[in-house]
């Protein structure tokens, strides 16, 4: 990529997922600055990839798209409009939020950007840390104004080619909560099963060997289960809170549509109710111990004899 080809890039968010796609971006050609609430954080992460820190709003004077990856709809808020990160930018920027976000927040943030002549699109992810390391990130695209898709569409490709144009502005991450959502239902589903079965007395290495060649397969049979919960090492790097806040956008949704989508805040329900006797930073495979505790076992292989 020449250097009349590049569009500087700004990312806030510089952590767990934040630092890796961020790599990506900088080892693609693209010169990046980084923000982080930790500026120590942002420090280390600029020293070990040859780029530059941001010290304030005003080192976004010369950039044309602005990825976020945040918590939530609240925080991109505060980082892009009190952070003074959107007055700061230059007519004709984008921003582009991939965090996980409510639809109805990135609708309520696109004005006040267009305002100050910065453009908006939403592009959420699904992968965890590892596809955001290799670069195979699944990218739900929101946004219709297409001068704006194309203009952070090369930043996007340095960090997945699996992009999925969802509809107009909001979609992706709407798109985003309900794959989550249906995560979550599959991973209440998993475990509700394992702490059943292993009352019975069923050894749940067995019960998902099962499961896996039939009809209940779910990504956290195939993949949380034997790497996370079987081992007990509840270090998938998807944190519980995440997690529980992308399910209640889903169900919020479904309210907001007036849709009967009863089960969404049932499984909203259970995950809040072991994160509320968790700690916030706790990895979501661990709601799976507070399950156990209600029924009086732990879930682990019967030792094999020869």
């Not at 144009?165 to 589903?189: C, D, E, I, Q, W």
Request: with cysteine; charged share 20%; aromatic share 4%.
């Amino acid at each position: 990529m020449s250097a009349a080809e590049r569009t500087k890039v700004g990312f806030v968010g510089l952590g767990t997922m934040g630092w890796p796609m961020s790599a990506n971006i900088a080892r693609a050609g693209f010169d990046v600055v980084g923000i982080d609430a930790d500026p120590e954080l942002a420090r280390r992460w600029a020293a070990e990839h040859g780029q530059t820190a941001a010290s304030g709003p005003e080192d976004f004077a010369d950039v044309g798209v602005v990825v976020t990856m945040l918590p939530n709809g609240a925080i991109v808020r505060q980082a892009i409009l009190d952070g003074g990160i959107a007055d700061a930018l230059p007519d004709g920027a984008v921003v582009m939020d991939m965090s996980s976000a409510e639809p109805s927040a990135t609708l309520s943030l696109a004005p006040e950007l267009e305002s100050r002549g910065v453009g908006l699109v939403d592009a959420p992810v699904s992968g965890a840390r590892p596809k955001a390391i290799d670069g195979t990130l699944t990218i739900m695209l929101g946004g219709e104004d297409e001068a704006a898709i194309d203009k952070v569409t090369p930043v996007l490709e340095t960090m997945s080619a699996n992009i999925f144009r969802t509809g107009p502005l909001g979609s992706g991450h709407a798109m985003k909560a309900l794959n989550n959502y249906v995560g979550g239902a599959g991973f209440v589903a998993a475990c509700e099963a394992l702490v059943v079965g292993t009352k019975f007395g069923l050894d749940p290495a067995v019960m998902i060997d099962i499961i896996n060649v039939s009809t209940g397969r779910n990504f956290t049979t195939q993949v949380a289960a034997p790497t996370e919960i079987l081992p007990r090492r509840f270090a998938s790097g998807f944190s519980l809170a995440l997690f529980t806040k992308d399910i209640g956008i889903a169900a919020d949704l479904a309210d907001e549509l007036d849709v009967d989508a009863p089960l969404s805040r049932l499984v909203f329900d259970r995950m809040k109710g072991a994160l509320d006797q968790l700690d916030n930073v706790v990895d979501h495979s661990m709601a799976l111990t507070i399950w156990e505790q209600a029924a009086g076992v732990t879930v682990a292989p019967h030792e094999r004899t020869s």
